[in-house]
């Protein structure tokens, strides 16, 4: 049943993430470049993004690795979560007040949320609210100790939140966001890291669309 837990992480990727060189970051920058890129970001109504995610068990020193295609909207949240070999290992959605979790016996799991269910059914306390503006780089009213990487356009200076702390899931969460690259123009990070006392989360985008 639980099988998700299961999928075994290749070292290959995780040799690459740790050799990637840290790009220079500034705590002081312009609040006209942390707006830009912010305002930029607002204008997403929604996106999707496929990728890599390593999920790291500190507590019984595991570590896993699956792919995940995750689409947001307002309206709609949904993760659908895989294996190269096995194909979709589970499917899970979220509307306002609903979610519901589809494993690859078709059985179906309901709660209030997608951060419920995925404690419910995997015991993975993932703070889903939060991931969904972290993974595209926006910053909220909660963060603290914020890093940022400048990034230089042919009409403004972009700064692009790479570090910072927050609490959420009862947790303390130290974030770093790498990687960025435009899309449509508009950039978004292909690298996160979170870590928190008994998790650490690791994605690797593949592929951004909105």
Not at 58 to 66: K, T
Not at 117 to 122: A, V
Request: hydrophobic share 40%.
């Amino acid at each position: 049943m639980k099988r998700l837990l299961l999928v075994v992480l290749t070292s290959s990727w995780l040799v690459a993430c740790s050799s990637v060189p840290e790009p220079t970051t500034h705590t002081t920058v312009a609040a006209a470049a942390i707006n830009s890129q912010q305002q930029q970001l607002q204008q997403l109504n929604q996106w999707r993004l496929r990728g890599q995610m390593a999920l790291f068990d500190l507590r019984q020193d595991d570590r896993h690795g699956l792919y995940i295609d995750w689409f947001y909207s307002a309206e709609l949240l949904t993760m659908r979560f895989s294996h190269p070999l096995r194909g979709t290992i589970a499917r899970l959605e979220q509307r306002k007040g609903y979610a519901e979790l589809i494993d690859d016996d078709d059985n179906r799991y309901y709660g209030r949320n997608a951060q419920e269910l995925l404690l419910k059914y995997f015991n993975i306390d993932l703070p889903v609210d939060m991931l969904n503006s972290v993974v595209m780089g926006k910053q909220l009213p909660t963060m603290a100790e914020t890093k940022y990487q400048l990034q230089a356009t042919d009409t403004q200076q972009l700064a692009l939140l790479s570090d910072f702390v927050m609490v959420a899931a009862d947790q303390l969460w130290n974030a770093q966001l790498r990687q960025y690259q435009p899309v449509n123009g508009i950039y978004v990070p292909h690298s996160i890291d979170l870590t928190a006392q008994t998790w650490r989360l690791k994605l690797k985008v593949s592929e951004w669309k909105f």
